[in-house]
């Protein structure tokens, strides 16, 4: 079934294909639009798509309107995701004595749902691009140098490591926010209001960071949270930072094609990778722009990147601009730009002459009440706090959460798992409503590990210094849904 492992090379394949592609005999190989390994052959590239649209072909039969999510044999999981209609994306992970039980299919689904978000953010929908150009050129290219960037993230070595039972206490396509007093949030207020006004007439959207953490922002959920994710991922000062010393696969002499170089369906070239690690770095001025020095050829970088909003529908030009630990990303409709760079030079200008004041204001007062990098850990616990709603989640520092056990890791992972697949059962039994419960377990090394879900809003946790009793840990969920939660996941 799938990649023998020795064909796999890094154990793990991910591939994209599309069911409307490729049905002729002797056509198959016009479905695949972007595979990784891309050094894998072509022959074991098509077993492994066909093997996926058999078994899509396959549970569609008994569960019309329900995705396949995961298929798991001895030797492999198979996560699925149906990023578009009829587009996939499926991510393949050899099983080995060591992993078996360290991966849960929902972090794993994460990943392929994020790298599409991203990708659409930049490219547009990967659908676009095949009706825009039928040959599937255009997608191809700019799937193979966006994936390929993405996924340099997860690169160890020559493998690829996914998030494992270590980072059970993460949410991947969440926003953590920063808690400020209504003292700050006025001063923010008042940022983001001259923020908005540098065109004039015409409003400017805007996303402020403190570090890695949100502060405010003026677009809808969807594009805050993919504009955020790709923040957190290469724009603010700590990403800079570990892109300007990480190791770089390019500067290992290995050459990645960029593809063609026409444009595809919002304006960007396919020789723009904004995943590209080093790509940027912060001028004099303050505004992050690209690094031409990295990235090599001048010409195939805009300037200023243009991104896709789909629930603003709107294209808008990416200004990011940097004051210490505060980030801004000041969004400018495209369509309200006629003379492109000279306009956003303009605009450039009005922000630093209006709000530059505002902006030393505003990272004064949150650097003033930061408490650093654990202000929000909360003795005796690890925890894990997600809003799916409002895409939001908190948690334990990373710091902290390393101090747990293995087993401790381990027992909440296969409890996440339970869950992802409970949620999903009821998910088909009653779309209309979430259903509310609670599992707490004792640990062969006496931990305790809570997952707890009500209206929606879901709670995990590990305690590993306290009683025998299933009343110490209800009683410890409680005191911190009390103190910490406003009572969201108490019983009364």
């Known amino acids: 079934m799938g990649l023998s492992a020795a064909a796999a090379g890094d154990g793990a394949q991910l591939c994209v294909f599309d069911l409307r592609r490729g049905q002729q005999e002797g056509q198959e190989l016009d479905k695949i639009l972007f595979f990784h390994p891309a050094d894998c052959p072509i022959l074991l590239q098509l077993s492994v798509i066909g093997l996926c649209e058999g078994i899509v072909t396959f549970t569609r039969i008994f569960s019309p309107e329900e995705d396949c999510e995961v298929i798991e044999s001895e030797k492999r999981s198979q996560v699925f995701y149906q990023a578009e209609p009829d587009i996939w994306m499926v991510l393949v992970v050899e099983k080995t004595k060591d992993n078996v039980s360290t991966w849960r299919f929902g972090a794993l689904q994460g990943i392929l749902k994020e790298a599409h978000s991203l990708f659409t953010m930049f490219h547009g929908p990967i659908r676009t691009l095949l009706d825009r150009q039928p040959s599937a050129e255009l997608a191809r290219g700019h799937l193979r140098t966006f994936l390929t960037d993405y996924l340099s993230d997860f690169h160890v070595g020559k493998k690829l490591q996914f998030p494992t039972y270590r980072d059970s206490l993460k949410e991947r396509g969440t926003i953590q926010m920063l808690t400020v007093p209504r003292e700050v949030a006025l001063e923010v207020q008042s940022l983001t209001t001259v923020l908005g006004s540098c065109l004039g007439s015409v409003t400017c959207q805007s996303l402020v960071l403190f570090e890695d953490l949100l502060v405010s922002t003026t677009l809808p959920p969807d594009d805050t949270l993919n504009l955020y994710t790709y923040a957190v991922l290469r724009l603010t000062p700590r990403a800079l930072s570990s892109n300007a010393s990480s190791w770089s696969y390019l500067r290992k002499g290995t050459s990645v094609n960029a593809g063609p170089t026409s444009s595809s369906s919002n304006g960007t070239t396919a020789g723009e990778r904004p995943l590209l690690r080093e790509k940027f770095s912060k001028g004099k001025d303050g505004f992050v722009a690209p690094d031409f020095a990295a990235t090599e050829v001048r010409g195939a970088v805009p300037l200023t990147p243009i991104l896709w909003f789909q629930q603003a529908e709107e294209r808008m030009y990416l200004c ?52 650093g990098e654990n202000a929000y850990h909360v003795s005796g616990y690890r925890y894990l706090l997600v809003d799916p709603d409002r895409r939001v989640s908190r948690a334990s520092p990373p710091g902290k959460v390393t101090t747990l056990a293995k087993d401790s890791l381990l027992a909440l992972n296969r409890l996440r798992q339970e869950v992802d697949l409970e949620k999903s059962r009821y998910r088909r039994s009653d779309p209309c409503h979430d259903k509310d419960f609670e599992v707490c377990i004792r640990t062969k090394n006496n931990a305790w590990v809570i997952a707890k879900i009500t209206r929606g809003r879901e709670l995990y946790m590990a305690l590993e210094k306290g009683g025998e009793t299933l009343l110490y840990a209800s009683t410890a969920v409680e005191k911190f849904s009390n103190r910490y939660c406003e009572g969201a996941f108490s019983t009364d």
């Open 320 to 371: 990011i601009y940097q004051h210490k630990s505060l980030t801004i990303l000041l969004l400018i409709p495209a369509s309200s730009l006629i003379n492109g760079e000279e306009g956003i030079a303009h605009v450039k200008k009005q922000m630093l002459e209006n709000a530059s004041q505002k902006i030393v204001t505003v990272e004064q007062k949150l650097t003033r009440g930061w408490g």
